[in-house]
C-alpha cells in the first residue's frame, strides 16, 4: 500500500514516528510491526493475517476489540458535551457516576469499604506520580515534612513518568534518564522461583523478604518513609505471584512503621487475577489504589486513584486553611473517558467477563504445563485468573541463567508471531507473559496454546 510521498506505511513510519520503549535501531532494521483492525482476541496485521494477542494489547484490552458498546457510549458522550473539566469544583454527570460505581466495586468486590473519593487522570504513570505527590501533600499537612520516602521493590513496574520511573525498579528503565530520583528506595523481589536460596521454602523466603523490608526501613528511619508502594501480582517484571503470607506481613511492618500502603491495580484491576481487583484476591488494606488499563479496557486513555477515608479527612479537614488542592490534569474526569469506563463495567458484568476469567484460570495453566512443562528450558509456569508467565532457563535442574544478551523469550516470542499468536518478552528476566482479553473462550485459550507450544519447538534451534 502507498501513501502519499509515494511511501509505504512501514516506510513513511521509519521517517515519522517516535515509538516509545522500543529499539530505535531495531525499528529502522526490521520494524514497525503495523496493524490495521482487531476482533475479539484476534488482531490483524498489515499483511492481513490474524494473530491471536494473548497479551490483551499491553494487559489492558479486557473486554476485548472491537466492541460496539463501548464505541457507541464514547459516540454518545462525544455528542453531548465532548468535554468537562473537574478544577474549581466542576463536575459532570458520567464522571461522578463513575467515582461512585468505582467506590461502590471496591466496597462490594474488594472488600475494602475504607475507600472514600476517586481522582481521575489520564495513564497509569500519571497515577503513581499522583500517589507519590499525594502521600507527600498527606504528610506535610499532617506536619511530617521528613516523612517523604517511597518504597517500591526491585522488578517493579510502576510506569514511566519522572517519579513513576523511580518507582519502577528495573534499571534498563532508569539508564541515561539519570533515575531513580532520590526519596524513592528498593526493597528485594519477592520472586521465589528465581531469587530464593538453594532449598529456600516460599515460606522462609517470604519471612527473609519481610525482614529485608524491615531492615531497608530501621536504615532509612521510618520517620522519613510515607509509602509502600506494590503490584498485587508484578506484571512486567515477569508475573510474580506473592509468596505465601508476603502481604499480611508487610501489612503489619506498614501499619507498626504509620507507612501509606499503595496499591498499584493498574494490570490487576478489573478481572484480571479472577477477581475484581487484586486487593480482593489477596486481602489487602491498601490507603491507595491506583487503577488504569481494564478501567475503559484501553478504549480511552484514562486512569484513577482511590484514597483511603484517613487521607481524605486529613485533606478535607486541613482545606480551609491550605487552600485548594493544586494538582489535576486537564484531561482528569473527561466525560467521554468516564462514559467509556461505565460502558466497560457493565459489558465486564453483563457477559459475566470475571466470572470467565476465574472459569477458565485452571484450563489456562493446564494448558500451557500440559504443552511445555517439560521442556528442558522452561523452568517455571506459574499464573493467577488468565495472567500468566512462561520463565526460561539454560539449566532447569541448576535454574541457571542463559547468558546475558541470549533472550530466550524474544526469540520465542519472534517465532510466536510467525505461528500466529502475540506473547511478550518481558524486560527483567527471561519471561513471556499472558494476559489475553477476558473475554476469552476455552476453544480460543487452546487454540493459542497450541500455536504458542508451537513457536517454542521452532525456536529450539536457537536455544540450544
Ligand atoms: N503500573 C503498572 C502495574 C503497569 O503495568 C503499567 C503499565 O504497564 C503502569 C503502571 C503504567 O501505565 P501507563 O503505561 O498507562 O502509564
Known sequence: MTHPRNLSLAEMDRQSVFHPVSSIDDVMRNGPSVYTSAAGVMLRNAAGRDLIDMGAGLWCVNAGYGRAELADASAKAMRELSYQHLFGGASCEATI???????????????????????????????????????????NLRGLPKKKKVISRIGAYHGLTYAATSLTGIEAYHKAFDLPIADVVHTSCPHHYTFSLPGESEQAFSDRMVADLETLIAREGAETIAAFIAEPVMGT???????????????????????????????????????????????????????????????????????????????????????????????SGHPVGSAVAL?????????????????????????????????????????????????????????????????????????????????????????????????ITAGEIDEAMDRYAAAVTSAMPELI
Request: charged letters at 20%; aromatic letters at 12%; glycine letters at 10%.
Open 97 to 139: 457516576l463513575l467515582a461512585d460505581r468505582l467506590l461502590g466495586l471496591f466496597r462490594e468486590r474488594a472488600g475494602a469499604p475504607q475507600m472514600a473519593r476517586v481522582f481521575f487522570g489520564t495513564s497509569g504513570s500519571d497515577a503513581n506520580d499522583t500517589a507519590f505527590k499525594l502521600v507527600r501533600y498527606y504528610n
Open 237 to 331: 517484571g515477569g508475573v510474580f505471584l506473592p509468596p505465601a503470607d508476603y502481604f499480611a506481613r508487610v501489612q503489619q511492618v506498614l501499619d507498626a512503621n504509620d507507612i501509606l500502603f499503595i496499591a498499584d491495580e493498574i494490570i490487576t484491576g478489573f478481572g484480571r487475577t479472577g477477581q475484581w481487583f487484586g486487593t480482593g484476591t489477596y486481602n489487602l488494606r491498601p490507603d491507595i489504589v491506583s487503577l488504569a488499563k481494564g478501567l475503559t479496557s484501553a478504549y480511552f486513555p484514562m486512569s484513577a486513584n482511590m484514597v483511603s477515608d484517613r487521607i481524605w479527612s486529613v485533606l478535607e479537614n486541613a482545606s480551609p486553611e491550605v487552600g485548594a488542592f493544586m494538582h489535576g490534569f486537564t484531561y
Open 343 to 439: 460502558a466497560n463495567i457493565d459489558l465486564i458484568e453483563r457477559e459475566g467477563m470475571v466470572e470467565n476469567a476465574a472459569a477458565l484460570a485452571p484450563r489456562f495453566v493446564t494448558a500451557l504445563r500440559d504443552r511445555l512443562g517439560d521442556n528442558p528450558f522452561i523452568g517455571d509456569i506459574r499464573s493467577v485468573g488468565l495472567m500468566a508467565g512462561v520463565e526460561f532457563v539454560a539449566d532447569r535442574a541448576k535454574r541457571t541463567a542463559f547468558p546475558a544478551g541470549t533472550g530466550p523469550h524474544r526469540i520465542v516470542a519472534r517465532h510466536a508471531i510467525e505461528a500466529g499468536v502475540l506473547t511478550r518478552a518481558l524486560p527483567f528476566i527471561p519471561v513471556n507473559s499472558f494476559s489475553p482479553p477476558l473475554s
